[in-house]
């Protein structure tokens, strides 16, 4: 048995009653209802419109041409994260520092595939776990995140989109074998 729960703000839930799998304890599960159709002008059963699509792949595209224009703010913010660590006298600033190299590379991680780079994502995944793992706020990390975002912007600044590309591949292994070098191999 189940019910539908439309919030202040008109999102719907469904409370669905279970039982535990030994029969013996009753609840309740709330789960979200996918109200995005509806949003569209769309019921249960339609399927996108062909010109929604369209226009949908173009700002896309579009969006991937731009990319190398609009990622150089965060390779400025990624390199002046790096600077800030470099510059870090004492373990706690060198800690704040390397959470803002994080943040921006957690951003790139998420922004390279979407874009269309994909390569960007990979090196940027390489510098979220160097940054998050690193054992010792020393001049080689600082030095290992340079490497990175120097990659980062070498992709970017040869456009280079496909993943198997050589000499973007060589740079995603280089940069992963320094992070494993500093951060010891990865727990899987």
Not at 20 to 27: A, C, F, K, N, V
Request: glycine share 6%; hydrophobic share 40%.
């Amino acid at each position: 048995m189940s019910k539908v729960v439309k919030t202040s703000s008109g999102e719907a839930y469904k409370i669905v009653q279970r039982v535990s799998e030994d029969g013996l304890h009753p609840y309740e599960e709330i789960e979200p209802v996918n109200n995005l159709g509806a949003k569209f002008g769309l019921d249960g059963n339609a399927s996108i419109p062909k010109d929604l699509m369209a226009r949908a792949e173009a700002a896309a595209k579009a969006l991937s041409q731009q990319y190398p224009m609009l990622v150089q703010p965060e390779i400025e913010r990624a390199r002046a994260a790096s600077a800030t660590l470099a510059a870090a006298k004492n373990v706690e600033s060198a800690r704040q520092a390397t959470a803002k190299v994080y943040a921006v590379a957690h951003d790139l991680k998420g922004q390279g595939g979407s874009y269309g780079f994909p390569l960007v994502s990979s090196v940027a995944a390489s510098l979220c776990n160097l940054s998050m793992n690193a054992k010792k706020f020393e001049a080689q990390l600082s030095q290992a995140v340079n490497v990175h975002i120097d990659a980062i912007a070498l992709i970017i600044n040869k456009v280079i989109k496909d993943p198997e590309d050589a000499e973007g591949k060589r740079l995603v292994s280089q940069v992963e074998t320094l992070t494993t070098h500093l951060t010891g191999p990865a727990a899987k």
